[in-house]
């Protein structure tokens, strides 16, 4: 038995996981970029000159035209070519190194109009730090291409000939440059190349042009060009000579470029290279990290370190630097050159709280395209365990005990009706979560920010769940039967298994799923969130498959139905109760409804979902007397009643802000808002903030179970708290905003706030105990002694 | 278990890939110097707070960088330490390379003939403490163990001039006229200071 038990699981369980792990396959082999060649014949173009061998770095002066027309512009450049683990550096070195310069000279240099080089395209850098993280240097491994563009006169004419049909021209060009690995070699190079000018033009041999291209395309361009906005952040209204300061560069899409550069990501791991500083005289700058927008869904800020020296500070400093970001159509390297305000060091300036806050490098939305294997893989596996979990929370637990009946029920049936039965109800799962995770897509496409659990800040939503409750509590007490075909009177208890129905119970199990998933799914689902639409795709599916495996597993693996007991007369009585279950629910959901609309408009959804009752009724009664067009016709106009009457109900959500603070009377909170935590903050008061909704049972279960705690309350006014409650019942974009902060795209979401660190609350987990938020409440209010414990090595 | 470790990875990391870079340590000009205590090539302490009430050079070095044998071959900081030397400067090279022994340094004093001694950091505790980059990287204290000036020893990185100018000199000088060092700071160049990694 046991053997067959381990065979068939596999088996039977195992198409789902399959294409799961297909998907998973394939996205592996989206994400892994072909890696750059090195074209074979780019040194040998450059044999004129002769590619010099300078130590540790063979270099030679590429053209991308073997020749030229007058008035034609050419790239020419400089391509070095290192040994694995030297580098050479950009044209601000960092730490330490030297800049690679490039001195150019163009012959004949008395040429009555000579050709005009542009200036140098230098490609974004890379970050080096050395293994103690001590000595940071910015440059190029591997290889570089420094390139510029040559423009020809457009008439050509020499000291001999006035009018020549064609003339040579001599490019010259000296390299000095650093060349390190652990020690460093001083190098320099001189290299020179001839390019006549005449009638043909001549490109040069394709590897060479695409080696221009490719290194052209790694070159930083203005902002506007790469349709995103920049913008600095300070901590202070301007920089004195000996201060030291927080500054970041804010990335968001352009709205005016009609390319949407989608979510923007660190695009360089370390995540400190996403922005590398050019040099600012007087000012030491350092990346910190990157931290996802606060205010803007899919922006960015790279936040910096700065430092600036006792001498006097030029009053025209500019922040300049390189971006190396990831945006939805590949990497994107921006220039920036932004205003860096100084003053004076007898000056008065002013600190910014609310940009300070916005400068410590944050929880950093995790990079869509350099998403490894295996942060995938654990994001799907607790995807998995998360829809295993959802299965013993509350909000499914109608359906599931739905199901409990009709397992029992079909562990005595045919084996072969059993696992169609299991298939569907998996199927309808699925389906129900992709057609959510589709929506998810096209909302966020459409440029709507959305948060877990979003349906039922939708009052119609919330209406047509509970329309689908009260009539599937119907069907349980035996008004009507569900089959596919819908006349047909079959008998009690044996209706209730078609595949049809289980596949609706599927979906069901979904709708009522999404407000108590935020405990096990916050996680994935805002990893989802911030992925792109295949990965939140197979996310979704994985949930659902993980919401259906124990049932798939009772009805695929023949020795478990056998602890099923016997079907009988107790099977009536059970559906009968359960019917009782759904019609809580639907008082559940009415509770949820009364937050958001007027009681007056509660008094007529009662009075609709009568009408919903009346009507499956009615439609009960043709189809047991086996009338099957009088109930179809009922069916059609019971539909297009529903469809007609819903919407003209008054069912419009109340504005944010009314009545916030009715029910947080137990930890006298108020109503969350930013200005009022830092205030809080400032007054040296700790802070605790909770995010919660109506619709959010776990948040509800929190609240009674811990924040109605003698001893939480108790300690909450000794140690003096702040409290704050940002309540999502219904939409609310500063809140959505402030869960996105932490990485979160549901509630409940807990944080505490110590005012010694203003910047770094501690997040605490969905689920409390009074013990774990007593002592988070200690930490923060004793302060310091978190900064070690906390966020690790900071203190070193 | 995984979704927490994985929420503390998520959480913790940016602050880990930020935490070093915040160098709050090392002094900025007008900071007190760090006080500790090293050992010249000789076996010799030196406290630093007992060289207080005179103008001290630091001079990170390491014999192997490129940047140091041009200056040395050029006797840059043999002449300068002489010069300062006659006026009560005192002078100490600092070798933070992690592979240094003093008898490598007694090698190379005796080939290039320099008197001053050189401070043995090859735990890289004082050139962390003083935030040394690179060699050479310049360090002046005042007379109140402060620091006066650090950064390059003079604005040549690539050796192409044939009168660069010397900030240390200038530093040392405005310093024994009782003035500020201007510049006070300027971006070090050369090889990077090769510290033990830890």
Redesign the interface.
């Known amino acids: 038995m046991l053997s067959r038990l381990g065979w068939r699981m596999p088996s039977r369980l195992g198409w789902s996981c399959l294409a799961a792990l297909i998907l998973l396959v394939s996205l592996a082999a989206a994400t892994a970029g072909a890696a750059p060649e090195v074209p074979e014949g780019a040194r040998a173009g450059a044999a004129l000159g002769g590619p010099e061998r300078a130590p540790r770095a063979v270099l030679s002066l590429l053209l991308d035209r073997e020749r030229a027309r007058p008035g034609e512009t050419v790239r020419v450049g400089v391509y070095f070519e290192l040994e694995s683990d030297w580098h050479v550096y950009w044209r601000f070195s960092g730490e330490s190194g030297l800049p690679t310069e490039l001195a150019w000279k163009l012959l004949p240099q008395d040429a009555s109009s000579p050709p005009s080089l542009g200036p140098l395209r230098w490609p974004a850098p890379s970050v080096f730090r050395e293994d103690n993280g001590f000595i940071t240097t910015y440059g190029y491994s591997d290889e570089l291409l420094l390139s510029a563009d040559l423009t020809l006169p457009e008439v050509i004419a020499s000291e001999a000939d006035p009018a020549p049909e064609s003339v040579r021209h001599r490019i010259e060009v000296e390299a000095d440059f650093l060349v390190c690995k652990i020690q460093c070699i001083p190098g320099r190079a001189s290299l020179y190349r001839e390019l006549e000018i005449g009638p043909r033009s001549v490109a040069a041999d394709r590897e060479t042009v695409a080696l221009f291209d490719r290194f052209e395309a790694r070159t930083p361009m203005p902002a506007s060009e790469a349709g995103v906005s920049i913008e600095a952040l300070y901590s202070q209204t301007a920089v004195r000579p000996g201060d030291s300061f927080r500054a970041g560069v804010a990335v968001t899409c352009s709205p005016t470029n009609g390319r949407d550069c989608g979510p923007l990501r660190p695009g360089v791991s370390p995540s400190l290279g996403s922005f590398v500083p050019d040099q600012t005289p007087g000012i030491e700058l350092s990346a910190s990290g990157t931290r996802a927008h606060p205010l803007i869904e899919g922006g960015l800020i790279v936040t910096l370190e700065g430092r600036a020296g006792k001498d006097a500070l030029a009053a025209d400093l500019r922040l300049r630097g390189v971006l190396s970001l990831e945006g939805a159509h590949g990497p994107l390297f921006v220039d920036v050159d932004l205003e860096l305000p100084t003053a004076n060091a007898d000056a008065t300036v002013t600190p910014l709280a609310s940009a300070e806050e916005w400068l410590v490098p944050g929880p950093e939305p995790a990079a869509v395209a350099a998403r490894s294997i295996s942060e995938v893989l654990a994001a799907l596996a607790l995807a998995f365990l998360g829809g295993l979990i959802l299965n013993l929370m509350p909000c499914v637990f109608p359906v599931l005990a739905i199901k409990v009946f009709s397992v029992a029920e079909l562990a005595h049936a045919g084996r072969a009706r059993a696992v169609g039965q299991g298939l569907a109800y998996t199927s309808g799962v699925i389906v129900s979560m992709l057609a959510l995770a589709l929506i998810v897509v096209a909302l966020r496409g459409a440029g709507v920010a959305v948060g877990w659990g979003f349906q039922f800040q939708e009052p119609l939503f919330v209406l047509g769940v509970g329309t689908v409750l009260v009539v599937f509590a119907l069907n349980l007490f035996g008004v009507f039967e569900i089959s596919p075909d819908l006349t047909r009177v079959s008998q009690v208890g044996e209706g209730a298994t078609g595949n049809a129905r289980s596949f609706f119970e599927g979906l069901l199990a979904v709708v009522l799923a999404t407000p108590c998933s935020a405990p096990y799914l916050g996680t994935a689902v805002g990893f989802a969130f911030a992925s792109s639409a295949a990965m939140i795709l197979a996310l979704f599916a994985t949930i659902g498959v993980g919401l259906a495996a124990p049932y798939l597993a009772i009805t695929c693996i023949p020795g478990l139905s056998r602890f099923m007991p016997r079907p009988g007369e107790w099977m009536l009585h059970l559906r009968s109760a359960l019917g009782f279950a759904l019609l809580g629910t639907v008082v559940w959901l009415l509770s949820i409804l009364g937050s958001s609309v007027e009681s007056a408009a509660l008094v007529l959804v009662l009075a609709f979902l009568l009408v919903v009752a009346l009507m499956t009724w009615l439609f009960g009664v043709l189809q047991a007397g086996g009338r099957v067009w009088p109930a179809r016709v009922l069916a059609v106009g019971f539909l297009l009643l529903l469809g007609t009457l819903a919407p003209k109900l008054p069912l419009e959500a109340r504005g944010p802000g009314a009545e916030d603070e009715a029910e947080s009377a137990s930890l006298n909170a108020q109503a969350f808002d930013a200005a009022g935590v830092r205030e809080s903050l400032r007054d040296g008061k700790p802070v605790f903030v909770y995010f919660t909704a109506d619709w959010c049972l776990t948040c509800k279960v929190n609240e009674r179970l811990v924040f109605e705690d003698a001893s939480v309350q108790a300690e909450i006014e000794s140690l003096g708290f702040d409290v704050f409650v940002g309540d999502w019942t219904r939409r609310d974009e500063a809140i959505r905003a402030e869960l996105a902060r932490f990485g979160r795209a549901a509630v409940p979401m807990y944080l505490v706030y110590s005012p010694t660190e203003p910047a770094s609350p501690e997040l605490l987990p969905e689920l409390l105990t009074p013990t774990l938020l007593i002592d988070a409440l200690k930490r923060a209010a004793v302060g310091p002694v978190r900064a070690a414990d906390h966020t690790g090595g900071d203190a070193t | 278990m ?3 470790t ?2 503390a990875a ?13 160098q ?1 340590a090392s002094p ?3 900071d007190l110097v760090p006080d500790v205590t090293v050992k010249d090539e000789t076996g010799k302490a030196h406290k630093l707070s007992d060289y207080r009430g005179k103008v001290v050079v630091f001079e990170w070095t390491n014999q ?4 140091v044998k041009r200056h040395y071959k050029a006797d840059t900081m043999e002449k300068l330490s002489a010069e300062l030397g006659a006026k009560e400067v005192v002078w100490f090279a600092v070798n933070s390379t992690y592979s240094n022994k003093p008898e490598d340094t007694l090698a190379w004093k005796e080939k290039q003939g320099f008197e001053y001694l050189t401070l043995q950091d090859a735990s ?1 505790e004082l050139g ?1 403490l003083m935030g040394a ?2 060699t050479p990287h310049m360090y002046v204290v005042n007379p109140d163990g402060k620091l006066a000036y650090q950064g390059a020893i003079d604005d040549d ?2 050796g192409r001039s044939d009168s660069p100018k010397n900030y240390v000199r200038g530093a040392a000088a405005a310093l024994l006229d009782g003035l500020e060092p ?4 300027t ?12």
Not at chain 2, 64 to 67: A, H, M, N, Y
Not at chain 2, 188 to 195: A, E, I
């Open positions: 995984k979704r927490s994985w929420m998520l959480l913790v990391l940016p602050w880990m890939l930020g935490s070093h870079t915040v709050a900025a000009v007008g192997d960088c490129p940047f890289g962390k980059k690179t990185p690539r201007d510049p006070s700071s971006q070090p160049y050369g090889c990077s200071v090769k510290y033990a990694s830890n």
